[in-house]
Structures are given as C-alpha cells and as structure tokens.
C-alpha cells in the first residue's frame, strides 16, 4: 500500500499538468447537432452570444470542419458576430488560437475576412482567398476581470464568409513556456515515463535477480 501512494504521489503532478484546460465553451461548435453534408443558421448555440444575423454551422457543405464534424461561419445572410465572456485570473498568461478558412466556393478577398478580439486585443484574418485551413494563435494577459472573445464577419457582406473552428484559450503552465493542453507526443512520452517508473520499481522488488 506504501508503494501504491507513493507511485500516486509520483504521479499526481504529471497528471495535474496534463489536465487540458480551455476556457472557451462549445469551442469546436459541436454542442448543435448538423446533419452531414448539410448546415443550419442558428439564433442561440451553447456557450455563445450570438448577434442579431446569426451563426452558421456546416458540416461537410461547402468545405469541412478542421476539429470534429461542424464548424463555423459568420456571414450567414448578413454579415454577423458571436461573443463569449471568459474569466482570466490578473497577471496570468494564455493562449488564443483558432483555425479559420476561405470556401472553396468564396467571392474573392473583398468578400472575406474574420475579425478576433480577446480584451483590448484585437486583430484580422482571412481577407484573402486561401482555402486550406490555417491555425492563428496569440497569446494575452488576464485582467482579472471577465474579459470578451468575439468574432466577426469582415468582409462583403454577401453570405459568403471565413470559416471558424476548434476556438481554444489555454492557460500556460506554472513555468509559463508550456501549454496546459498537452500534444498527443508530449502524452505519449509521459505514459512511457510512468511505464518505465513501474518497471524499475519491479525491478528493485525483484531483488535485482533479472
Ligand atoms: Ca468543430
Ligand atoms: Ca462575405
């Protein structure tokens, strides 16, 4: 029973790292079911404010989604908005990223683009005519308060749009140069490393006769 609570002990830092903590709720836009190959313009969705225009949400229709079966689009008929309130803790460092994409099927650049803002951050992407996903990722303070991600629709408003996904704001470790969200690799090699330990640890109840 010792050995067991100290291999827990062990154990329970590496876990508490690898607890992958985003912020944003319903961030990948799967909380609505879409059915394949079809989309819907929604007025509410959980996790979001949605603007007066609504949210659009495809699922293998026109393009597909970068994370899971939906993604996103904000010039549904009119160019619109969605926002969603996050709280930071002051002084604390974070991480925004987001995928975003042009259709296959968009009406130039002067028709695209898509519009971030985290707090007093804010920024554009997509006002060209890339069709491949693309990942932008930021990084930003905690005020302490609560602080508002939204997007929008930038370009022509003609319903054809930027397309969003996989929306994650991550808190960085304690060391501040590490996500909390850990690669599937990063993963992978601290399994082997808990696999290693318990190796080692037969190996000495063992006697040393292997
Ligand atoms: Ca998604
Ligand atoms: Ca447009």
């Known amino acids: 029973m010792k050995r067991l609570i100290a291999a827990s002990l062990l154990a329970a830092p590496l876990f508490a790292f690898a607890t ?70 002051a002084g604390a460092s974070y991480t925004l990223s987001f995928a975003y994409t042009n259709r296959p099927d968009n009406q130039g650049a002067v028709s695209n683009g898509l519009s971030w803002q985290i707090g007093d951050l804010s920024g554009k992407v997509g006002n060209d005519t890339v069709t491949s996903w693309q990942t932008f990722s930021t990084t930003f303070t905690g005020t302490g308060s609560p602080m508002t991600l939204r997007f929008g629709s930038t370009g022509r408003s003609d319903s054809y749009g930027t397309s969003l996904d996989n929306v994650v704001v991550s808190t960085l470790s304690a060391g501040g140069n590490a996500s909390a969200v850990p690669e599937p690799h990063s993963l992978a090699l601290m399994l082997a490393g808990l696999g290693a330990m318990g190796f080692v640890a037969r190996r000495r109840k063992g006697g040393g006769r292997a």
């Open 20 to 89: 992958p903590v985003n912020l944003v709720n319903n961030g990948s836009f799967e909380s609505t079911v879409v059915g394949n190959g079809s989309y819907t313009i929604v007025n509410s969705v959980v996790g979001w404010t949605v603007g007066p225009h609504g949210l659009e949400l495809r699922n293998n229709i026109a393009g597909s989604a970068f994370n899971g079966s939906n993604f996103a689009e904000l010039d549904t008929t009119t160019n619109s908005w969605i926002s969603q309130t996050l709280n930071t803790v």
